[in-house]
Structure formats: C-alpha cells, structure tokens
C-alpha cells in the first residue's frame, strides 16, 4: 500500500463537487496512526464519562489509542485523568477499576501517589530504610496528568495540550445546548451499554450525523420521526447532526413519564437534536434525557461504543429507564451493518472515497471536511519564527 500523504483538495471542495475521504483513512495503519495524533490527539476527544468515578478515590484505567489512562476522582470531588505510569519504571499503576482509599501505590516498588498525582512517598529510594534521597525531587516526579474537562458528564482529554480551551472551541455548542447545561443523572448500571463494532471509527460518526439513512436502516423510528421530519446540524469546523421536530416522549402502561429537564424552551416539547462534537463523541438531547456516545478507536477497523444515558432526576422509574435502554440499544444496534459494510467497501480499490447528496449529505460532508483540516494543519511545515 502507498503510504504517501493522501491528496485531501477533493475532499475540501464544496458540498456538491466533493468526495468522501479516500479508502487509506479507513484501511490504512499508518493513515490510522497520523490520524491518531492530528485528529484525536491534538483535539479534545472523549475518553469517558463522570459516572465511570462517580465517587471520591473511583480510579479506572483506560487505554486509548495504545496510552494506558487513570480516570480518578480526588479527594477534592474533581475528576482528572493521569498516565497510568509510574514515574520511577513506568510499571502500570492500576490494572483493574478500584477505590483508592489512601493513595495510588506502584505495585512494584511502592512509591505512592495521591489521587491529584502529587508523588508522597518513596519508600528504600535512598537506601534499606531511607525513604529519600537528594537526587530524587519528588516535586518534579508527579503522574504526568492529561488535559480535561468536563462537559455534558463526558470526560474530553487533549492528549498533546496544544488545543485552545474547550470552551473556546466548542463555544457555539455549549450555546445551543445551553438549556441542558444543568445537573444530569446517570440512569445507572442498566443505563449503560457496549457496542462492539467491526468499522473504522469514522464512519460511527458519518452515519450518526445524517438522517438520510433512517427509511431504510431504522423503520420503526421512521414510522412516527420521518425523513421530512427531520433537519440539518451544521457548525463547521466544530459539530455537526441532525435534529427532529417530532420526538416521542416514551410512556408506561400506568401512564407514567420521565421527569421533563426544568427551564427548557417550548420548542423541546416536541423537538430533540443528535450531534457530533468533533471529534468523537456523539451526544442526544430531548426533553426528558439525554445520551453520550463516546467512541473509542481500537484499530483502522474496530470501534467500541461506550453508550450512556441520563436524565433529569436522580430517581425514575426504573422499568421506564430499562425499555428506554432497550429502544436506544435496538436503534444503535440497527446501524451495525451499515458502517460494517461501508468498512468492507472501502476495501474496493477503484472506490473514490463516494460522493454526497447535496440535499442530504451536508453534516456528513462537514465532518470528512474537518478531519481533512487538521490533518492538513498536521502536515503543514512549521513556521520559522519571524
């Protein structure tokens, strides 16, 4: 395979004239890697959510994109997200999700770290019994900590902490939804799933972001939220989707409903909204719940869907949240052979990268658009320092 630079001009044209991203971005292990470190890396990406250390000293390792990460919530209540290396032979810390009652300790020599990553002790450093020495600072030797924030209770990450602040960059986003910007509750172990999926992670995105598919894909959604029913999300350079104006608030036999989100506008009565946040998380929002999708790339062609859903009390009615759960993982489940498919077609040789309908395709274009910049910005030389 040609691992030159893929000519990305066909990609960037207008919506019309364009092609989708060449087959290289799906197949490719090194397109895998560039694009690794130009679009997940160098942007915020999602890594999880808050309700995965949902109590002080919760520590949970994760590895994403080949880096093992520590999700902790301190003493403070504040979740941060460390390398899950220790600093002294980079033995990993934590294996398996725990509670840190005291401190984080390396199993293999014993130094300690607290849950804000400061090293306190290291025991036999200087010696049997000398638990200091001058040429270790442990001032300077603290869990290199990954830039965070948190949002919508999804942990967003800046691996090489070059990006400008998230609430720079997702400004316009933060203001659409500045009606859920409120408490949101996790719906707990049965308001989570995983969805394994055989596809690059992109097209999860690409497939996300469009209704165009749902006649066909998803029929019994498309019964009552039809194709005209339906509207663009379009943000370039930041997010893109697509919303409904005919949301179904889901009801139980004795009639019983999810606690509505206070303060929201009329329009949420009946409306709801499904967005990209570039790079890779997914997120809903209705009146009653909302949903984040974070997904996690495990090679060109694995993808794992970390799927969560919240709403607008802390308690309901826990038969109502298990068929919610039901009905989103049938709808999520029912796209599986769509972006698998795509995935095998990218295999075909003489495929362009596709093209786009210039009615329907718009979010999707935005988002092949998008990686194509940084993946431009990724390659451009540096500037010489004037």
Same mark, same amino acid.
């Given at each position: 395979?040609?691992?030159?630079?893929?000519?990305?001009?066909?990609?960037?044209?207008?919506?019309?004239?364009?092609?989708?991203?060449?087959?290289?971005?799906?197949?490719?292990?090194? @397109?895998?890697?560039?694009?690794?470190?130009?679009?997940?890396?160098?942007?915020?990406?999602?890594?999880?959510?808050?309700?995965?250390?949902?109590?002080?000293?919760?520590?949970?390792?994760?590895?994403?994109?080949?880096?093992?990460?520590?999700?902790?919530?301190?003493?403070?209540? #504040?979740?941060?997200?460390?390398?899950?290396?220790?600093?002294?032979?980079?033995?990993?810390?934590?294996?398996?999700?725990?509670?840190? +009652?005291?401190?984080?300790?390396?199993?293999?020599?014993?130094?300690?770290?607290?849950?804000?990553?400061?090293?306190?002790?290291?025991?036999?450093?200087?010696?049997?019994?000398?638990?200091?020495?001058?040429?270790?600072?442990?001032?300077?030797?603290?869990?290199?900590?990954?830039?965070?924030?948190?949002?919508?209770?999804?942990?967003?990450?800046?691996?090489?902490?070059?990006?400008?602040? &998230?609430?720079?960059?997702?400004?316009?986003?933060?203001?659409?939804?500045?009606?859920?910007?409120?408490?949101?509750?996790?719906?707990?172990?049965?308001?989570?799933?995983?969805?394994?999926?055989?596809?690059?992670?992109?097209?999860? @995105? +690409?497939?996300?972001?469009?209704?165009?598919?749902?006649?066909?894909?998803?029929?019994?959604?498309?019964?009552?939220?039809?194709? #005209?029913?339906?509207?663009?999300?379009?943000?370039?350079?930041?997010?893109?989707?697509?919303?409904?104006?005919?949301?179904?608030?889901?009801?139980?036999?004795?009639?019983?409903?999810?606690?509505?989100?206070?303060?929201?506008?009329?329009?949420?009565?009946?409306?709801?909204?499904?967005?990209?946040?570039?790079?890779?998380?997914?997120?809903?929002?209705?009146?009653?719940?909302?949903?984040?999708?974070?997904?996690?790339?495990?090679?060109?062609?694995?993808?794992?869907?970390?799927?969560?859903?919240?709403?607008?009390?802390?308690?309901?009615?826990?038969?109502?949240?298990?068929?919610?759960?039901?009905?989103?993982?049938?709808?999520?489940?029912?796209?599986?052979?769509?972006? #698998?498919?795509?995935?095998?077609?990218?295999?075909?040789?003489? &495929?362009?990268?596709?093209?786009?309908?210039?009615?329907?395709?718009?979010?999707?274009?935005?988002?092949?658009?998008?990686?194509?910049?940084?993946?431009?910005?990724?390659?451009?030389?540096?500037?010489?320092?004037?």
């Amino acid at each position: 395979m040609d691992h030159a630079p893929s000519d990305l001009s066909h990609v960037r044209r207008p919506l019309a004239q364009a092609n989708g991203l060449p087959n290289a971005h799906y197949i490719d292990p090194n @397109v895998f890697d560039e694009e690794r470190q130009a679009v997940l890396f160098d942007n915020w990406a999602g890594l999880g959510v808050g309700a995965d250390v949902p109590d002080i000293g919760d520590a949970v390792p994760v590895t994403f994109l080949s880096i093992p990460l520590l999700m902790v919530r301190d003493k403070a209540g #504040e979740i941060r997200v460390f390398q899950n290396t220790c600093r002294h032979r980079g033995m990993i810390l934590v294996d398996t999700p725990r509670k840190i +009652e005291g401190a984080i300790r390396c199993p293999y020599h014993s130094w300690c770290y607290s849950t804000d990553g400061r090293l306190v002790s290291t025991p036999h450093v200087g010696g049997p019994g000398r638990n200091t020495h001058e040429g270790i600072d442990r001032a300077l030797l603290g869990l290199i900590e990954i830039r965070s924030h948190i949002w919508m209770d999804v942990i967003w990450i800046n691996v090489s902490g070059t990006a400008p602040s &998230f609430e720079v960059v997702n400004a316009d986003l933060i203001a659409r939804w500045a009606e859920f910007d409120k408490p949101i509750y996790h719906g707990g172990p049965d308001s989570r799933f995983e969805l394994e999926v055989n596809c690059n992670w992109k097209l999860a @995105v +690409e497939n996300y972001c469009e209704s165009y598919h749902l006649p066909w894909v998803h029929p019994g959604l498309n019964s009552y939220s039809r194709l #005209e029913d339906h509207y663009h999300i379009e943000a370039p350079g930041s997010y893109s989707g697509q919303g409904t104006l005919v949301y179904r608030q889901l009801t139980g036999a004795d009639g019983v409903r999810f606690p509505d989100f206070e303060g929201l506008d009329a329009k949420w009565d009946t409306a709801a909204e499904y967005i990209t946040a570039y790079p890779n998380v997914l997120l809903g929002v209705h009146r009653d719940h909302t949903f984040a999708i974070v997904l996690v790339p495990e090679g060109p062609d694995r993808t794992a869907e970390n799927i969560h859903l919240y709403y607008a009390h802390p308690q309901t009615d826990a038969d109502l949240r298990a068929r919610n759960t039901e009905q989103w993982k049938e709808v999520f489940a029912e796209d599986i052979f769509v972006v #698998e498919g795509m995935q095998r077609g990218r295999h075909g040789p003489q &495929f362009d990268g596709g093209r786009f309908s210039p009615a329907m395709d718009g979010p999707t274009h935005l988002f092949h658009d998008w990686v194509a910049a940084q993946l431009q910005r990724h390659r451009a030389p540096p500037q010489a320092a004037e």
